[in-house]
C-alpha cells in the first residue's frame, strides 16, 4: 500500500491489527534472533513475547518514517536483549563444555554438535557488532537488506555489502577450522 | 562487478530465507555459483546451529498475554475519553440525555423492531489482492495469475481452497489503496491461521523498454500467517498484498507477500 496514502489514514486501531497480523510470522524469528545474542532459549522466547507488549505499549509514538514496523520490533528486541545483558552482566562466552544441545540423547553426536556450536559462536564473535546484527537480523530475523538498513539507519547497498564481507569473514574462520 | 556480486548474493538469501533451495539459486548464476556456494553454505550452518523452534506452549502463553494486552488497551481508549467528557459537569446533562438517545436506538429499538438476517447471495468471505509500491514503477504491466488460494484453519491441517473468479491481476493497478476483488463465496465459519496462494504465471513488461522480464517466485506459492476469523452473519474481506522487488541491477525481481500490509478490516477501495 501507498505508505504516503497511509500515513494520512493510518491509526492507532490500523496499528493494533498489523501489529497483531505480525505476531505469528515475527514471533518465532525474534526469538531466535535474541537467542543469538543471549544463548538461553527459554529467555529469549520471553523476551520475544515482551517485545509485542513493549510494542502495543508504544504504538502511539510509532512513526512510519523509512522502518517498517517489523523492523521496529526488531530495534524493541535489540534494546530489551542489551537490558537483558547488562542485567545478567553477561557476554556471550561459550566454553565448549557448557553447551547442551537438546533433542539428541546420543553422546557422540551432542558433543559433535556442541563443537560445531562453538565453532560457529567463534567465528560470530570474530565479525564487528554491526556485521554481527547484519547477520543476525538477515538470518535469524529474516529482514531484507533493506528493511535491515532501515533498522540500522544504512543504506540497502551498505547492508549488502556489510553482508558480504561478514559472511566471507565467517567462511574464512570456519573454513581455516575446518 | 563486486556490487554485482554483493547484489546476487543478497537475492539468492531473499530467495533461501523465503523457501526457494540453495541450488536453484546457484543453477540461476552459473558465473558465481563457485563463489556463491561456500558462502551461502557458511550461513546454512550458522542458521543450523542457532535455529530452534520456540516452545508451542510458551509462544500460545504470550499470545494470550498479547490479546489480553491488546483487549485492555482498546478498552482503555473507548472508555478514557468517557471519563474525561463526564469529569466536566456542564457537559454532563448533555452526554447522559446523548447516552440516552444511543440506548434507545441500540437497544430499545431492535428490540420492539428486531433486524431481519437475511442471507447473504454474495456470501461471507472476500478475497482481495493489493501491492505494495516497492519496485512496482518499473512495470508497464505485471501480471500474476493465481490458480488457487487456501486457508489454513487454526490449530488444524483442515484447509478450505477455492479457484478464483478473477484468475489474472495486473499489479501496476492495485498499488496503494487499490485492491481488487477476486473471489466472493462462502467459506466455513471459524479460526484461520494461514493465507496461501498458488501463482501459476507472472508476466512482467517494463515500463522504460517493453521487455518482458523474469520474475521469480520462491516455492510457487505465496503465504502469509496471520490469525483471523469467518463468521456467518459479516463478510470477512481478506486483503492479501503482494510486492515486487528487484533484485540488483541485472533486471530480476522476486514477488513476496507483503505481511503488514496484508489482513482482514483493512479499508481498501475496490477497483473500479
Known amino acids: 500500500m501507498n505508505k504516503g496514502n497511509r500515513k494520512n489514514v493510518s491509526t492507532i486501531d490500523e496499528y493494533e491489527i498489523r ?3 505480525l505476531y505469528e510470522e515475527y514471533y518465532d524469528k525474534i526469538a531466535r534472533y535474541v537467542y543469538v545474542h543471549i544463548d538461553n532459549k527459554e ?3 520471553d523476551i520475544a513475547g515482551e517485545v509485542f507488549l513493549r510494542a502495543l505499549k508504544s504504538l502511539k509514538s510509532y512513526r512510519e518514517q523509512g522502518v517498517p514496523m517489523q523492523g521496529w520490533l526488531f530495534r524493541i528486541a535489540h534494546n530489551l536483549t542489551i537490558d537483558y545483558l547488562r542485567k545478567m552482566d553477561k557476554r556471550r562466552t561459550v566454553p565448549v563444555d557448557s553447551v547442551v544441545l537438546s533433542g539428541n540423547d546420543n553422546p557422540a553426536d ?3 554438535r556442541n563443537i560445531e556450536f562453538a565453532r560457529v559462536t567463534e567465528a560470530m564473535k570474530q565479525l564487528t557488532t554491526e556485521q554481527r546484527e547484519v547477520i543476525n537480523l538477515r538470518f535469524f530475523g529474516e529482514l531484507t537488506s533493506k528493511e535491515v538498513g532501515s533498522v540500522l539507519g544504512k543504506s540497502d547497498g551498505a547492508v549488502r555489502e556489510m553482508q558480504r564481507a561478514a559472511i566471507e569473514k565467517v567462511r574464512g574462520i570456519m573454513g581455516v577450522e575446518k | 562487478m563486486i556490487e554485482d556480486f554483493d547484489r546476487i548474493l543478497d537475492e539468492c538469501i531473499d530467495r533461501i530465507n523465503s523457501g526457494d533451495n ?3 539459486c546457484l543453477s540461476d548464476y552459473p558465473a558465481y555459483s563457485e563463489k556463491l556456494k561456500p558462502l551461502l553454505q557458511s550461513m546454512h550452518d550458522v542458521q543450523k546451529t542457532y535455529t530452534f523452534t520456540p516452545s508451542a506452549d510458551t509462544k500460545r502463553a504470550a499470545r494470550q498475554k498479547f490479546h489480553a494486552a491488546l483487549g485492555k ?5 473507548s472508555v478514557l475519553p468517557f471519563f474525561r467528557i463526564i469529569s466536566r459537569p456542564p457537559v454532563w446533562a448533555t452526554v447522559a440525555v446523548l447516552v440516552l438517545a444511543i440506548v434507545s ?6 428490540i420492539l423492531n428486531p433486524p431481519t438476517l437475511v442471507p447473504s447471495p454474495d456470501g461471507n468471505f472476500a478475497f482481495l489482492i493489493s501491492d505494495e509500491p516497492n519496485d512496482i514503477g518499473d512495470f508497464e504491466s505485471l501480471n ?7 486457508l ?10 477455492f479457484t478464483p473468479e478473477t484468475k489474472t491481476v495486473d499489479l501496476t493497478q492495485l498499488q496503494g489503496e487499490q485492491a481488487q476483488e477476486i473471489w466472493r463465496g462462502n467459506a466455513p465459519v471459524g479460526q484461520y491461521s494461514q493465507v496461501y496462494i498458488y501463482v501459476s504465471e507472472v508476466k512482467g513488461k517494463l515500463e522504460s523498454t517493453g521487455q518482458i522480464v523474469d520474475v521469480k517466485l520462491p516455492s510457487g506459492k505465496l503465504h502469509i500467517s496471520m490469525p483471523f476469523e469467518v463468521t456467518v452473519d459479516t463478510v470477512t474481506s481478506f486483503t492479501f498484498d503482494i510486492t515486487v522487488v528487484a533484485t540488483g541491477n541485472n533486471g530480476k525481481y522476486i514477488l513476496k507477500p507483503q505481511i503488514g500490509d496484508s489482513g482482514v478490516r483493512q479499508k481498501q477501495k475496490p477497483l473500479e
Do not use: N
Open chain 1, 19 to 21: 501489529l497483531s497480523g
Open chain 1, 43 to 45: 529467555e529469549a522466547e
Open chain 1, 110 to 112: 551432542t558433543a559433535e
Open chain 2, 22 to 24: 540453495l541450488a536453484d
Open chain 2, 73 to 77: 488497551q482498546r478498552q482503555m481508549t
Open chain 2, 105 to 110: 436506538i441500540l437497544v430499545i429499538r431492535p
Open chain 2, 144 to 150: 500474476v495469475t493465481i490458480s488457487t488460494v487456501g
Open chain 2, 152 to 161: 489454513r484453519a487454526a490449530g488444524s491441517v483442515k484447509r478450505f481452497e
